[in-house]
C-alpha cells in the first residue's frame, strides 16, 4: 500500500512503473492544470480504458478534498477558542484552491491504481 502511494507521487506509470502518466512530475502546489500522457511511453499501456473512465476520478477527488478539509480543519483547531469558529472557513478554502491541482492529479492516479490489473 505505501509503496502503491510512492508510486502514485512518483508519478510512475501503474504497469511498469518506468513510464510517466502525466508529462511533468509532481509539485504539490503547482498552478499547472496537469497534463496527462495518453499511453505509457515504456510499456505502451493505455491509462484511458475506456471513454469517460476519469469521470469515476472525481468520486476520488471529492474524497481527497474532504480529506484535506477535515485535517485542515484539525489542524487549526487549537488555534480558536470555540469547536466551530466561522474563521476557519476561509482558511479551509485557501487550501483547497492550493490543492486544486495536486488534487486533479492525484485522483487520476488513485484510479488508474484502483482498476490496474494486479495480476500481471
Ligand atoms: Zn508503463
Same mark, same amino acid.
Given at each position: 500500500?505505501? @509503496?502503491?502511494? &510512492?508510486?502514485?507521487?512518483?508519478?510512475?506509470?501503474?504497469?511498469?512503473? @518506468?513510464? +510517466?502518466v502525466f508529462? &511533468?512530475?509532481? *509539485?504539490?502546489?503547482?498552478?499547472?492544470?496537469p497534463?496527462m500522457?495518453?499511453?505509457?511511453?515504456?510499456?505502451?499501456? @493505455?491509462?484511458? &480504458?475506456?471513454?469517460?473512465?476519469f469521470?469515476?476520478a472525481?468520486?476520488v477527488?471529492?474524497?481527497?478534498?474532504? !480529506?484535506? !478539509?477535515?485535517?485542515?480543519?484539525?489542524?487549526? +483547531?487549537?488555534?480558536?477558542? &470555540? !469547536?466551530?469558529?466561522? +474563521?476557519?472557513?476561509?482558511?479551509? !478554502?485557501?487550501?483547497?484552491?492550493?490543492?486544486?491541482?495536486? *488534487?486533479i492529479r492525484m485522483s487520476k492516479m488513485i484510479w488508474i491504481?484502483?482498476? @490496474?490489473?494486479?495480476?500481471?
Amino acid at each position: 500500500m505505501f @509503496k502503491s502511494i &510512492k508510486q502514485m507521487l512518483n508519478n510512475e506509470c501503474p504497469h511498469c512503473h @518506468k513510464g +510517466r502518466v502525466f508529462e &511533468k512530475s509532481n *509539485n504539490l502546489f503547482s498552478i499547472q492544470f496537469p497534463k496527462m500522457q495518453v499511453s505509457c511511453d515504456h510499456c505502451h499501456s @493505455k491509462y484511458q &480504458k475506456e471513454p469517460g473512465f476519469f469521470i469515476g476520478a472525481m468520486y476520488v477527488s471529492y474524497g481527497l478534498t474532504v !480529506a484535506e !478539509a477535515l485535517c485542515t480543519y484539525f489542524l487549526t +483547531r487549537p488555534f480558536f477558542e &470555540k !469547536a466551530l469558529d466561522l +474563521r476557519v472557513i476561509p482558511i479551509i !478554502a485557501l487550501v483547497i484552491v492550493l490543492l486544486t491541482f495536486f *488534487n486533479i492529479r492525484m485522483s487520476k492516479m488513485i484510479w488508474i491504481y484502483m482498476f @490496474k490489473n494486479y495480476s500481471r
